[in-house]
């Protein structure tokens, strides 16, 4: 799945009193509006413990050379700010992580006399004073297959961080490089992960860290690079423990049909969940869904199939396609939320229908220009049962077409009346706003509802930045005063 479908959240098995079945209408409990005068943070993290907003970014409007931290308490006032970062050319903010209490910021430089690129880390507790100075990270050689780049993941209860990166070593074993934090932002472990698969033909879906920092790896080995076979296939979970720095690895396997798209959760007893589309067809085709469940010790518990039923089928495909055998197509799991954990053993899968289209045109000098459209449409919601039924689905119907995928896409919520689903759009007669529709827990969708009132055209919803915060608020991102704005608000909707 594309970087476009990416959305930073973590929500995990809860059900969450967000808002009523009635829809009703939303207060605003706090907002914090940075205006032109304002400098603009690159970061937004929200702090479990106390309640609080934390940003990083430019400390000025005039110059983008000093990088500090602002904290906002719980009603988005203003506590402190800090500088932390001084730009000389060189240095790059990669990432901004709350864990437990303490706010880390990791930045990457190259040093040219030595011919290395130095990956270091700050530490700051939640009053601001600084707990860990220029922590040394990694240093590798400044060459492009070895470059940091290093990704981050945080464990669902928030206090344990994994920073890791693929190696690139082609023809050699697939290997991860990987550092995990403690809730006291240090390093209490690093090392290499190495899966026996050749680099070149494996390729990583999605990485996750547990509460007790075991680390879990969904991947796909491919024999061949043009094969029609889904024996050609081959996907795996590796479970790596912590205590033991061993791994065990788990195959996913569904006989002579394609798995299309997989996402998965670790439940609080290292219980994996994992599910998502399966083809008769192809490797981009969506015929039915696939759930199982393995054990913390990769005892496979459950596998079942389902296809999906003709009724079903019949709302994007004719009656001919159906019989022909066609399947659905471009749609997605989001593998951070499209998998969600129901109390009684089954899930809830959110997938989102995406594609990218392309056109050429003359411009004004008479040369082709070329430019890529995209395109999030449908957000289907799938329940399966504890056996791996198809319970219901839901279909929220949406077009958002553009060349900038930013405000795109959707941002969800689980509540004790179902999900909750916000997104920027403009529905015919109606003004463009952020939307939200509720899919009840028997599968029933609400109206549309408007979220902002003041929201106009030129403003822009930020979907990947708005979080869930707990079981009645969520803060939600967006450019106001027709992009003159940076607004957070923190919304209670509902009773």
């Given at each position: 799945m594309s970087?476009?479908?990416?959305?930073?959240?973590?929500?995990?098995?809860?059900?969450?009193?967000?808002?009523?079945?009635?829809?009703?209408?939303?207060?605003?409990?706090?907002?914090?509006?940075?205006?032109?005068k304002d400098p603009k943070p690159n970061f937004f993290e929200y702090s479990p413990v106390d309640g609080g907003l934390i940003t990083f970014g430019p400390t000025s409007i005039q110059s983008s050379r000093y990088l500090g931290l602002v904290k906002y308490n719980s009603d988005l006032r203003e506590e402190w700010s800090k500088e932390v970062v001084e730009q000389n050319g060189r240095k790059n903010v990669d990432f901004v992580s709350v864990i437990g209490p303490h706010i880390l910021v990791f930045t990457?430089?190259?040093?040219?006399?030595?011919?290395?690129?130095?990956?270091?880390?700050?530490?700051?507790?939640?009053?601001?004073?600084?707990?860990?100075?220029?922590?040394?990270?990694?240093?590798?050689?400044?060459?492009?297959?070895?470059?940091?780049?290093?990704?981050?993941v945080l464990s669902p209860n928030k206090r344990r961080l994994l920073a890791f990166k693929n190696l690139a070593n082609r023809k050699e074993s697939e290997t991860l490089l990987y550092y995990l934090f403690d809730e006291e932002g240090e390093v209490v472990q690093d090392g290499e992960i190495d899966l026996r698969y050749p680099d070149n033909k494996f390729s990583i879906?999605?990485?996750?860290?547990?509460?007790?920092?075991?680390?879990?790896?969904?991947?796909?080995?491919?024999?061949?690079?043009?094969?029609?076979?889904?024996q050609d296939f081959e996907h795996m979970i590796y479970r790596y423990d912590l205590a033991t720095r061993e791994g065990v690895e788990i195959k996913i396997d569904i006989g002579n049909r394609f798995i299309t798209d997989l996402a998965f959760r670790v439940d609080r007893n290292e219980d994996i969940y994992l599910a998502g589309f399966y083809s008769n067809l192809g490797t981009d085709m969506q015929a039915g869904t696939l759930l199982q469940k393995i054990s913390s010790s990769g005892e496979l518990l459950l596998q079942a199939l389902d296809a999906f039923e003709e009724g079903f089928l019949s709302n994007y495909l004719s009656s001919s396609q159906i019989d022909r055998g066609r399947?659905?197509?471009?749609?997605?799991?989001?593998?951070?939320?499209?998998?969600?954990?129901?109390?009684?053993?089954?899930?809830?899968?959110?997938?989102?229908?995406?594609?990218?289209?392309?056109?050429?045109?003359?411009?004004?000098?008479?040369?082709?220009v070329d430019r890529a459209l995209y395109h999030y449409e449908d957000v289907i919601f799938t329940s399966v049962s504890a056996d791996g039924r198809i319970e219901w689905h839901s279909i929220v119907d949406k077009n958002q077409m553009s060349e900038s995928p930013e405000s795109l896409s959707f941002f969800s919520a689980v509540g004790s009346q179902g999900s909750y689903i916000f997104y920027e759009y403009?529905?015919?007669?109606?003004?463009?706003?952020?939307?939200?529709?509720?899919?009840?827990?028997?599968?029933?969708?609400?109206?549309?509802?408007p979220l902002l009132p003041d929201f106009k055209y030129g403003d822009m919803f930020f979907p990947r930045q708005s979080v869930q915060i707990n079981g009645e608020e969520a803060l939600i991102v967006y450019l106001g005063n027709r992009g003159k704005n940076l607004s957070v608000v923190k919304v209670k909707i509902g009773n």
């Open positions: 970087s476009e479908m990416m959305k930073v959240k973590s929500l995990v098995f809860v059900f969450l009193a967000l808002f009523s079945t009635t829809a009703e209408a939303q207060t605003v409990l706090s907002r914090l509006d940075l205006v032109r990457s430089e190259f040093f040219p006399s030595e011919g290395v690129i130095k990956t270091f880390y700050n530490s700051f507790d939640l009053n601001g004073n600084q707990v860990i100075e220029d922590g040394l990270l990694s240093v590798v050689p400044n060459q492009k297959e070895q470059k940091v780049d290093l990704q981050y879906s999605n990485i996750r860290v547990s509460n007790l920092g075991n680390i879990y790896v969904l991947g796909k080995f491919t024999r061949s690079a043009v094969s029609t076979n889904a399947e659905l197509r471009n749609f997605f799991l989001d593998p951070e939320d499209g998998i969600i954990l129901r109390s009684d053993g089954g899930v809830l899968l959110i997938a989102e229908k995406f594609y990218v289209t392309y056109q050429s045109y003359r411009d004004m000098y008479g040369g082709w403009k529905p015919q007669r109606l003004p463009i706003n952020v939307y939200f529709n509720n899919v009840g827990i028997s599968g029933q969708v609400s109206d549309r509802v």
